[in-house]
């Protein structure tokens, strides 16, 4: 396990993430159960007293396959020892561009979308680049299939129409599921929903990445493509819909 002056050193970056705190706190003594109060306290300890205004017991929850649950408490889980060892030695840090997309997720509305998101850059934190674009990829789609079942549902049919005399009209999410993503884009465009040149970066970049990431093949990227491609659908997506 990293060392307690590592642990210390870490918790007084201003900038890490209440979950990150919480991790380092729970790593102290990973063979001890700790409740919230307990949390809370040993927080203080270390400088982060604004620890007791935190839902110790949401972030704890949120943490999934980092921590363990208990009936005396919580510890970290492998991957949770894992995953704060990669972070104290430096292989994750909140400076880096991942932490910027952190402080961006506080700006997304829909708080089911924005755990989402959460997940999806926390893959990105632990080195698991094609499931970092996959899942974001496909809640970024889903978002603006809500939106367009939401507000845009008669324009959007009309257009599909004109481009498709086959296309039987779409009353639900799933009927949108039966268009090519490319396709639905392009009509976002066409309907005022996406501007120009996000579509093209939706469909040319961001597409194009999800489905060389889908599946097994010889493309490689690394780090900064994920972290660019997960900055480019939050704010162009998820925080404008």
């Given at each position: 396990m990293t060392d307690t002056a590592s642990i210390k050193k870490a918790l007084q970056d201003s900038g890490r993430s209440q979950?990150?705190?919480?991790?380092?706190?729970?790593?102290?003594?990973e063979s001890r159960h700790m409740r919230p109060p307990d949390i809370v306290a040993l927080a203080a300890k270390y400088g982060?007293?604004?620890a007791a205004k935190w839902n110790?017991?949401?972030?704890?929850?949120?943490?999934?396959?980092?921590?363990?649950?208990?009936?005396?408490?919580?510890?970290?889980?492998?991957d949770g020892i894992t995953y704060v060892e990669e972070f104290v030695s430096g292989g994750t840090s909140t400076k880096s561009s991942a932490g910027v997309l952190r402080k961006e997720l506080a700006r997304i509305k829909d708080s089911d979308t924005r755990a989402f998101v959460d997940e999806a850059?926390?893959?990105?934190?632990?080195?698991?680049?094609?499931?970092?674009?996959?899942?974001?990829?496909?809640?970024?789609?889903?978002?603006?299939?809500?939106?367009?079942?939401?507000?845009?549902?008669a324009a959007f049919n009309a257009e599909a129409s004109r481009r498709d005399n086959k296309w039987r009209t779409a009353t639900?999410?799933?009927?949108l599921?039966?268009?090519?993503?490319?396709?639905?884009?392009?009509?976002?465009?066409?309907i005022s929903v996406l501007g120009k040149n996000v579509k093209e970066h939706l469909k040319n970049t961001c597409l194009n990445l999800c489905n060389s990431s889908g599946h097994p093949?010889?493309?490689?990227?690394?780090?900064h493509t994920?972290?660019?491609?997960?900055?480019?659908?939050?704010?162009?997506?998820?925080?404008?819909?």
């Open positions: 979950k990150e705190c919480v991790l380092l706190l729970l790593a102290f003594d982060r007293a604004e110790i017991s949401a972030i704890l929850l949120n943490a999934k396959g980092l921590v363990l649950r208990y009936s005396d408490g919580w510890t970290l889980s492998p850059v926390s893959c990105l934190e632990r080195d698991l680049k094609r499931a970092a674009v996959v899942l974001s990829w496909v809640d970024a789609v889903s978002v603006l299939y809500d939106h367009v079942v939401a507000h845009k549902l639900t999410k799933d009927d599921l039966r268009m090519k993503e490319a396709d639905f884009l392009d009509i976002l465009t066409a093949n010889s493309f490689r990227f690394g780090k994920v972290e660019a491609h997960l900055e480019a659908l939050i704010l162009n997506v998820f925080q404008k819909f």
